[in-house]
Nanobody
Framework: QMHLVESGGGLVQAGGSLRLSCTSS???????MGWFRQAPGKEREFVAA????????FYTDSVKGRFTISRDNAKSTVTLLMNSLKPEDTAVYYC????????????????????WGQGTQVTVSS
């Protein structure tokens, strides 16, 4: 069992930045990590993912060039740096762990992720 805790959410004005962190109670060094978000009234959607060693990263189109995912396996932490935030980025952000091998992952599907955090609220005001 793996317990994930997100932090770093909050209220920010459009154009601002936030850094989300996700810390795991267990080792994540062999696993892909992802960030998803769910806006009010919408389904949860993929935001970003990173493979086990950080060599491969994936982003949904709407955040490319603005968000950066990174990881520190020694600290069992994954970070999402969010710049140039827009009101449409407002959502609850969740981190997740995928324990399957990179060779079988598409990285963008919720069903691929086995453990989830409770989420952290990000609100971007216009």
């Amino acid at each position: 069992q793996m317990h994930l805790v997100e932090s770093g959410g909050g209220l920010v004005q459009a154009g601002g930045s936030l850094r989300l962190s996700c810390t795991s109670s267990g080792r994540i060094s062999s696993y892909a990590m992802g960030w998803f978000r769910q806006a009010p009234g919408k389904e949860r959607e993929f935001v970003a993912a990173i493979n086990w060693n950080g060599v491969r990263t994936f982003y949904t189109d709407s955040v490319k060039g603005r968000f950066t995912i990174s990881r520190d396996n020694a600290k069992s932490t994954v970070t999402l740096l969010m710049n140039s935030l827009k009101p449409e980025d407002t959502a609850v952000y969740y981190c997740a762990v995928a324990t399957s091998s990179d060779t079988v992952l598409k990285f963008v599907l919720e069903d691929e992720y086995d453990y989830w955090g409770q989420g952290t609220q990000v609100t971007v005001s216009s």
